[in-house]
């Protein structure tokens, strides 16, 4: 098949290859094609860990990682619209949400910047034992290695931005698998990066098979630390098979709020009517289980509902959207099946529990019972839970009933 403007390559030790197979970028809002990236399998993974490897045994000082870092910054600033609207096509992230993203990955590669530049050991007193007097130790902070990062779909940009940037400030060349459906950031923040002068397989990105590439990454003994940001289940497993590397997890969780009686209830209503479906509830800490003080309760519902009625649902792409798609059909139908359930078992629907179009409107469910899988699991999708209590104990009880996750 022929090549289009819409193709991406890979980027492989300095170069940007195709492989003759492709991963279809598609819209989450409308289905139609973002973009096509070039799909990679074990061979590239494993080129990309040595291409690394080769290019970390000419270290890049600290005042060099440090340019290249802030020139990143400078780039992103001036391409920002372009990258707030690349999130949004990928990711179907509103607008607005894109923007403040694009915002945080400025600052990632600002603060990896300084961080380069004060990556000092200190000097150990020797002289605290009798043996030691009169001598000097001091300690150094040297890259690890070769970084194998894994990221998640749903803040494409400064999640890879939260990889590569402090990798490159540590002096770590990188091997990087982005979320299949979003890698068009992750190859935009690679090619600013190497317009921004990075040598050759210093970053690599990987789009593909998740197992496939993670498998590499896992097992090829020059990958010397690994990161990962996404689900538990995946997680947890990359940790187990990988016992002799330093592993980094950031998890989710479905994230407890307690309103207590002596709060500004208006204020609290209109922070957790935004953190709650704020890129429809797909973040890590996005508000899902609401307690409120017993007191306070029907003046929190109160102001609470008409607020989250009050959320522009619609295209990602329209600047007054706050609501759009999640990210799969699939997931959208799952957090409806969710939402049944609790209804089935006795919860109130104070608002949504249905589609509009093909979008999941914002939904409140009041008092879902304590096993239903709202009260329990992480459901990364337009919905919050709303429910009293009556000690603060009590409800630092329900807060933590949910299942342990990261
Ligand atoms: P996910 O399904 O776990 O995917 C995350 C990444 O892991 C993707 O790049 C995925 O690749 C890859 N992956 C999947 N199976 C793999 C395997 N067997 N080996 C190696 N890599 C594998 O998570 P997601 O749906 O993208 O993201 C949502 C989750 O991320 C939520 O649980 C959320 O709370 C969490 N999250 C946490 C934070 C935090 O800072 N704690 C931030 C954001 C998100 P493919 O896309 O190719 O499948």
Redesign the pocket.
Known sequence: MATTASDRKLLVDGAWIATGAWVEIVSPYDGSTVARVAKAGGAEARAAVEAAERAMRTPLPAHKRAEILVRVAGALGRRADEAARLVSAEAGKPLKAARVEVARAMSTYTMAAVEARKLAGEMVPMDASQSGEGKLAFTQRLPIGVVGA??????PLN?VA?KLAPALAAGCAVVL??????PLSALLLAELETDAGLPAGWVNVL?????E???V??EDERVKLLT????????W??RERAPRKRVNL????ATPVIVEPDADVDDAATRCAANAFSFAG????SVQRIFVHEDVYDAFRESFVPKVEALVVGDPADEETDVGPL?RPEDRDRVLAWIDEARDAGATILTGGRLEGELLLPTVVERPPPDSKLSCD?A?GPVCTLDSYATLDEALDHAKMARP??
């Not at 698998?177 to 979003?182: G, I, L």
């Not at 990962?228 to 997680?235: I, L, M, P, R, Y």
């Open positions: 894994i990221s998640p779909f749903n803040f999640l939260h698998k982005p979320a299949s459906q979003t789009v593909g098979g998740a197992s590439i993670g498998d990454l896992v990962f940001t996404g689900s538990a289940d995946v997680g497993s990359l950031e998890l989710g969780n797909q973040s890590c800490i990210v992480e990364f996750h990261g």
